[in-house]
């Protein structure tokens, strides 16, 4: 405990002085502010003096819950109090706090039966949510209720009491909205008195399971989440020999059965036959720990529109050290070795384009309406900031006019590079933009026009197909504004070899064109906020 305290406070003392050094090393004065706001404020020179500090090595990787992302945190939090900007986080401080709820599962004492043959907990099924339960089974299919296309699997299906069986993957619910739209399995379980989830992890997906499974049984597995409602039922994620068994004899067997489900036509008449039923029985230890959204804003001059927001967002996250890793897998480590996953590009990139949005804005003059900046903690373990900030914002999120997202945006693909997984990545010139329009036309078209007008980079919407097979536009912080019906703008330069890689390190970044996709959102961002109207939302697009 004491090496750990004093570990974080020296990071967070590090933090602190690299801030000093930079405002001393900082330029005199910022550039005038042109027609889409002051975006020459943002230089090559700063963005990499604060990515020096953000992928260093001294803050380990900024893994979410560990003192070097403490550190980042207090590192961004102290440049925005030296600009003057207005803390919006949690008791008048930049920080918004986030709880972590982490729960270990006793596996021995963990049963689970289905009729007489038992299963063993890690080998054949995992528990994100322990408790006890037994019933007759029923099918649901994907579990969800999505209102909004009128699609509903309990329908005629008395589930009370019963232990639902679902299939994976989740529908694409596109921009619907949790509550209003849809409802997710464990909220129909709990609201019709099923009692308890099991979801059938499909062949797509039984790589991870391998994972879980190998971290399970060196006794490293943690299942981390935001804590949810305390009468959530049992959710139990089945392997392929729980799964069998689960389904030997049905019409349906694993395999078609998920196939079936991921093509969306698994026969909604489907039901298992009378007397099979599965008897769970599981405890766990479970602890809070905390993190933070870092959250400001940078007022606007109009008396009435500075009370409306557009929103900026990038993740401050990353993934922490190699070690680390070992450590839950029980991989060896290797001696000597880098271990940090420095995470430069992902997303450090964005964290320092969005400081020096926030730099440039905060030295004026404002537009109308304010700037509302957000650096999300725990993207890289399911967008944990975003959909914490978007449940409880700090603002009325109904004030929210758009939310602009950046991740990832300090790659080019070098001419010549032919390695092949760096052919996605974006050119010299050029980023992905996704989302843009689907729930906006407004937006999209904004977002166009202020790039023809501003630098012309080529903005690609190759990822923006609603079949995007890598569904990116579901990837990052964005998306979950977006389930809140805010319009959204995803700028992004591209995967690469480096991605979740401990090579993903400064000297890879092409400043210039990291200089230029943000000098391009903050145009974006200047120019709805000066906008006499709000982008307005366009409910046919919404899927």
Known sequence: MISAVHSRSHLVRLAVLAVLLASAVATASAPSPGHFGPVDAITVAGLRRHLQFIASDALEGRDTLSPGFRAAAEYIAASLDRIGAVPAGDNHTFFQHVGIRRTSVDADRASLTVGETEFKYGEDYLVPTPGDASGALAFVGQGYRVSARHLDPFAGIDVKDRVLVITQPPPDLGNLTRGTDYTTPADNARALGASAVVSIVSYQRLAA????????????????????????????????RLASALLRGEKLDATKITTHAAAGDVDPSFAFKTGKAVRIHTTGSTRVEDTENVVAIIEGSDPMLRHEYVALGAHLDHLGRESQHAARTGAPAVPGKDDIYNGADDDGSGVVALLQMAEAAAAGPRPKRSLLFVWHTGEEYGSWGAKYFTAFPTVPLDRVVAQLNVDMIGRSRPIGDDTPEDQVLSGPNEVYIVGSRRLSQDLGDTCDRVDRAFLNLALNYKYDAPDDPERIYERSDHYEYAQKGIPVAFFFTGLHGDYHRVTDEVDRIDFDKLRKVAQTVLATAWTLADAPDRPRLDHAATR
């Open 209 to 240: 399971w391998t994972r879980l499974r190998e971290m399970e049984e060196r006794g490293k597995l943690e299942i981390d989440r935001l804590p949810e409602n305390d009468e959530s039922r049992p959710y139990i994620l089945a392997g392929p």
